[in-house]
């Protein structure tokens, strides 16, 4: 399950990763006063084929997976927030990737088409940062419960697991929602099968926009890394006890080590897919401002 999983969940969250650099024009005559975009070359049409199979494979076999143990979890709040996080990257998949197949027939579609690009635009960055920050609660839900349990176990209940997700899906909402009104912009890429928010904006509200994105994924990688860090020292010293008992039951154990192999899992590749995002904004604006001092 953590194998496939992982792989939706990474290919979702690197369409940030993609090179976004603004569409160049070209006027089509001496006399004209429409601008026609000049598309770089597209993927393989294969590609985006094998990541839909992907896609469709790596969530139903998570979700099946979750449902035949259920009496082993008992759905509790960690095998919720995966279930959540697998149907999330599913339905984000299913929108925009059809798209992405009717761009190939006809680039036009999204040149032409404003509102389809503009829903695009919105479901990628509602999904991406919903994975992120929803795989952040995955890992902040272990550590309380590795750090704190007697706490975990009698005060956090399956409310407070709904009540942080409703924060998340708002969140994503407003994040995504914003360059409808005008904070930034939906652009579509240079491949010319994708929209996404312009990454670079010479507005200062369209750069706050953007540097909104990027301090809300380095954030949430970050309290990846440490959360997962506490849990895995934490789980040093639970074996540690566990071991000096007369009769040790290492159950616990053994699947507090699964989870937090699956979240590492999951937390390298979005380290992969979102740091080198948040890298290519965070240093121009440090430059910025030491130049300026």
């Known amino acids: 399950m953590s194998e496939s999983f992982v792989n939706t969940s990474s290919m979702y969250s690197s369409s940030i990763s993609l090179s976004t650099d ?6 089509s005559n001496s006399n004209a006063t429409v601008e026609t975009p000049v598309f770089q070359p597209r993927p393989s049409s294969t ?18 997976i979750l449902i035949r ?9 960690f095998y919720r927030l995966v279930l ?19 761009s190939y027939s006809s680039r036009d579609i999204l040149v032409t088409g404003g509102t389809l690009c503009d829903l695009m635009s919105v479901i990628t960055i509602m999904t991406s940062l919903m994975s992120v920050l929803l795989v952040c609660l995955m890992s902040i839900d272990r550590f309380i419960a590795i750090w704190f349990p007697i706490f975990y176990k009698n005060r956090i209940k399956i409310l407070h697991m709904w009540i942080a997700v409703s924060l ?66 934490g ?22 080590v699964q989870n937090i192999c699956f979240l590492i899992i999951i937390m390298a590749a979005f380290i992969v897919t979102w740091m080198p995002f ?16």
């Open 22 to 27: 603004n569409l160049t024009t070209e006027p």
């Open 47 to 64: 590609a985006y084929i094998a990541w839909f199979i992907a896609v469709i494979i790596g969530n139903c076999t998570a979700v099946a």
């Open 69 to 77: 143990n259920r009496r082993k979890h008992n759905w509790s709040i």
């Open 84 to 102: 959540i996080v697998a149907v999330t990257d599913f339905t984000g998949q299913v929108i925009t990737i059809p798209i992405i197949f009717a």
């Open 168 to 233: 998340v899906i708002t969140t994503a909402l407003v994040v995504g929602l914003l360059p409808t009104f005008r904070v930034n912009n939906h652009k579509l890429q240079k491949e010319g099968t994708w929209c996404f928010f312009d990454v670079q904006p010479t507005e200062p509200r369209d750069q706050f926009f953007l540097y909104l994105c990027a301090s809300i994924g380095m954030v949430a990688v970050l309290l990846m890394l440490i959360m997962n860090g506490l849990v895995v020292y």
């Open 235 to 256: 789980l040093y010293h639970l074996y540690k006890r566990k071991r000096n008992q007369s009769a040790p039951n290492f159950s616990l154990v053994v699947k507090n």
């Open 278 to 293: 948040i890298v290519s904004i965070i240093l121009p604006m440090i430059t910025k401002i030491s130049s300026e001092i």
